[in-house]
C-alpha cells in the first residue's frame, strides 16, 4: 500500500534562518506531488506540484522554493524565512488529474 | 480565480441531530472532492462527485453534487461525535488545470456528546 511521510511534524526557526521540509512518498511509481500550506486551520493554498523529477509548477510568488531531486522526494525549502511563513504545510500526492489527494500529517512551522 | 464558499464557517450540534454543509462557486468543476480534517492531521477524502445531479452515500453522510457542477452540499444523519472536523471541499478544473484542486475553507464541525 501506498504511504507519505513528511517531517519534521513541528518546527519552530527564527526569522531570517533557512528551512528544509522534506516529504517522501512510498508503494507508487511517479506520482505527481504537491505542496500546500494552511492558514489558521482553514483552506488549503497550492504553493507548487510536480508531474515529475525535477518538474516544478509554483503557484504563488513567494519566499519558498520546492526542488524534486528523486521520483518519490520532494523538498520545500527557503533561504531566509518570514514572519509570514509560519504555518502548517501539507505535502501530498495523487496518481493522475484529477484524483483524490493522499496527504501526509503535515508540518507545523513557527517563525518567531 | 475559481472560488469555493463553504458555509457555515463553524457548526456546533448536538449528537443524533442531522445537519447540512454546503458548497458553493460561480464556476463549473469537472469534479468535487470532499475531505475531513482531524486537528494536527492531513485531510482525508471522503468522496468524490463527478457527474452533475449524483447523489453518493458513506453510511451516514450523503453527498450531492449540483446539476450544474457547481456546487454540493453534504448530509450528515445522526451525527456522532466521531463525526467532529473540520470538512473541506475541493473542485477540480478541467483540461489542463485538472491538477489544481481549489479548496473551500471548510466548515468547522463539533459533535457535542
Known amino acids: 500500500s501506498q504511504t507519505i511521510h513528511q517531517w519534521p511534524a513541528t518546527l519552530v526557526q527564527p526569522v531570517g534562518s533557512p528551512l528544509s521540509l522534506e516529504c517522501t512518498v512510498e508503494?507508487?511509481?511517479?506520482?505527481?506531488l504537491y505542496w500546500y500550506r494552511q492558514a489558521a486551520g482553514r483552506g488549503l493554498q497550492l504553493l507548487f506540484y510536480?508531474?515529475?523529477?525535477?518538474?516544478i509548477s509554483s503557484e504563488v510568488p513567494q519566499n519558498l522554493s520546492a526542488s524534486r531531486p528523486q521520483d518519490r522526494q520532494f523538498i520545500l525549502s527557503s533561504k531566509k524565512l518570514l514572519l509570514s511563513d509560519s504555518g502548517f504545510y501539507l505535502c501530498?500526492?495523487?496518481?493522475?488529474?484529477?484524483?483524490?489527494?493522499?496527504f501526509g500529517n503535515g508540518t507545523r512551522l513557527t517563525v518567531t | 480565480t475559481q472560488l469555493l464558499e463553504q458555509s457555515p464557517q463553524f457548526l456546533s450540534i448536538q449528537e443524533g441531530e442531522n445537519l447540512t454543509v454546503y458548497c458553493n462557486s460561480s464556476?463549473?468543476?469537472?469534479?468535487l472532492q470532499w475531505y475531513r480534517q482531524e486537528p494536527g492531521e492531513g485531510p482525508v477524502l471522503l468522496v468524490t462527485?463527478?457527474?452533475?445531479?449524483e447523489v453518493k452515500k458513506l453510511k451516514r453522510l450523503t453527498f450531492q453534487f449540483g446539476d450544474a457542477r457547481k456546487d454540493s452540499s453534504l448530509h450528515i444523519t445522526a451525527a456522532q461525535t466521531g463525526d467532529t472536523g473540520l470538512y473541506l471541499c475541493?473542485?477540480?478544473?478541467?483540461?489542463?488545470?485538472?491538477?489544481?484542486?481549489?479548496f473551500g475553507k471548510g466548515t468547522l464541525l463539533t459533535v457535542n456528546p
Open positions: 510536480s508531474i515529475g523529477i525535477d518538474q
Open positions: 508503494g507508487t511509481s511517479n506520482p505527481n
Open positions: 464556476s463549473v468543476f469537472s469534479s
Open positions: 462527485v463527478v457527474t452533475g445531479g
Open positions: 501530498a500526492w495523487s496518481v493522475y488529474n484529477p484524483s483524490p489527494l493522499h
Open positions: 475541493a473542485g477540480a478544473g478541467s483540461g489542463g488545470s485538472n491538477y489544481k484542486l481549489t
